[in-house]
T-cell receptor, first 114, second 114 residues
Framework: AQTVTQSQPEMSVQEAETVTLSCTYDTSESDYYLFWYKQPPSRQMILVIRQEAYKQQNATENRFSVNFQKAAKSFSLKISDSQLGDAAMYFCAYINNAGNMLTFGGGTRLMVKP | GAGVSQSPSNKVTEKGKDVELRCDPISGHTALYWYRQRLGQGLEFLIYFQGNSAPDKSGLPSDRFSAERTGESVSTLTIQRTQQEDSAVYLC????????????FGNGTRLTVT
């Protein structure tokens, strides 16, 4: 079974600074997708960034970028120029190519200090 | 509607009663997932529907939990004889066709069993 591990229950960053959230996963498949979701207090899960495993290039979305290390099964999220609105729970997620196995990590609570 | 709609947004019930939670996916989305999120924890997979295929029920925690979906439309998650440990937020997500399509989440139903 696929597992996703987020080893940092909580992280804190100063506004305008950079923070990196860690995620590792375990799978025997070669084709899959990885995601980072943000969950603010409103409970709405918001897709932050998506990475296809067959792509070597790291995904980037504005201030958000990933460091995807396929051999190490690592998928960290870097948030640059942190803003107060970035404060939320962040979940790393894995889905297999068939789309029937979407697994989430336990989450990292990010706090942003003004 | 523009997004995934879940109802009710909050539900308080007495231990032993049955509850029914509803999810309206985005029109045309063939894949639908139910997740449970206990307070301060990650998302626990419950069940997955893909089109008219047999659902993947491997995440349902007990036979008190069941879910139905008619075609590619509304899904209902039913919890019979509720227990206090069933208290959680129940999240629904849908996507166009699975792994390589973005997942859209509803705002969840917060269930409290007293």
């Amino acid at each position: 079974a696929q597992t996703v591990t987020q080893s940092q229950p909580e992280m804190s960053v100063q506004e305008a600074e950079t923070v990196t959230l860690s995620c590792t996963y375990d799978t025997s498949e070669s084709d899959y997708y990885l995601f980072w979701y943000k969950q603010p207090p409103s409970r709405q899960m918001i897709l932050v960034i998506r990475q296809e495993a067959y792509k070597q290039q790291n995904a980037t979305e504005n201030r958000f970028s990933v460091n995807f290390q396929k051999a190490a099964k690592s998928f960290s999220l870097k948030i640059s120029d942190s803003q107060l609105g970035d404060a939320a729970m962040y979940f790393c997620a894995y889905i297999n190519n068939a789309g029937n196995m979407l697994t989430f990590g336990g989450g990292t609570r990010l706090m942003v200090k003004p | 509607g523009a997004g995934v709609s879940q109802s009710p947004s909050n539900k308080v019930t007495e231990k032993g009663k049955d509850v029914e939670l509803r999810c309206d996916p985005i029109s045309g989305h063939t894949a639908l997932y139910w997740y449970r999120q206990r307070l301060g924890q990650g998302l626990e997979f419950l069940i997955y529907f893909q089109g008219n295929s047999a659902p993947d029920k491997s995440g349902l925690p007990s036979d008190r939990f069941s879910a139905e979906r008619t075609g590619e439309s509304v899904s209902t998650l039913t919890i019979q004889r509720t227990q206090q440990e069933d208290s959680a937020v129940y999240l629904c997500a849908s996507s166009l066709r699975g792994a390589n399509s973005p997942l859209h989440f509803g705002n969840g139903t917060r269930l409290t069993v007293t």
